[in-house]
């Protein structure tokens, strides 16, 4: 299977009926297994798998998780009806999705109201957690689902985070970038300085866009 391709024209992706994503309030309960809430990213340490053993030898202690993190600026910028994302932090450019059918979405001008994003891929970190802390302090949603290759689209949620405090979320939880609720939105972004990625392109597998609200009051 082919890396995904992440920036393009959303016109070349087809029109797929919607799966709605719920859309829930990020608290210290709610996401609870999927991270935490951060309210001093200086202070905080991003978690870093160990290189997974091979064979029967273990791999020696204090070795095998030494390569650290990244950080840099995560951008949100809606242009039109296309949401893009840009990670300095791994030099990564993306179409996180759209407010509208592709076919039909306009990258200059608003053609339907910004309340959900259609997104169209997810993807997880296999060798650590990753920080996103709000440089702006306003209201952003993140989508996650649990850990495991079998993914699919009832398993999915999205986290709506008030701009007060950052979301950190382990290794292996699978999550895509950070939407902004209003117009643009920059954040910190800490990840492992290896990035892999494990990726699942939701049209293509299923047959639906998630549909992931943007509603300031879940």
Not at 37 to 56: A, H, M, R, S
Not at 143 to 164: E, L, N, Q, R, Y
């Amino acid at each position: 299977m082919s890396a995904p391709v992440y920036m393009f024209d959303p016109s070349d992706k087809p029109s797929l009926p919607l799966h709605r994503v719920p859309l829930v309030v990020a608290t210290e309960e709610t996401v609870r297994g999927y991270g935490c809430l951060v309210d001093d990213p200086e202070t905080f340490e991003i978690e870093i798998t160990q290189w997974p053993q091979q064979g029967w030898r273990p791999v020696d202690d204090g070795t095998g998780d030494e390569a650290g993190y990244v950080e840099g600026v995560f951008h949100g910028t809606w242009q039109g009806d296309v949401l893009y994302g840009a990670n300095e932090a791994v030099n990564g450019n993306y179409v996180l999705g759209w407010s509208t059918d592709p076919q039909t979405a306009s990258s200059a001008t608003a053609t339907a109201p910004r309340d959900q994003v259609l997104l169209w891929h997810m993807n997880y970190h296999p060798d650590g957690g990753q920080l996103f802390y709000p440089l702006d302090n306003k209201p952003f949603v993140v989508p996650v689902a649990p850990p495991g290759d079998d993914i699919t689209p009832d398993k999915i949620i999205a986290f709506w985070c008030d701009g007060s405090r950052g979301l950190y979320i382990h290794g292996n939880i699978w999550h895509e970038g950070i939407f902004p609720v209003q117009d643009t939105q920059r954040f910190l972004d800490r990840q492992g300085r290896v990035h892999a990625r494990v990726s699942c392109d939701i049209g293509q597998e299923f047959g639906v866009y998630l549909s992931v609200p943007l509603t300031e009051t879940p």
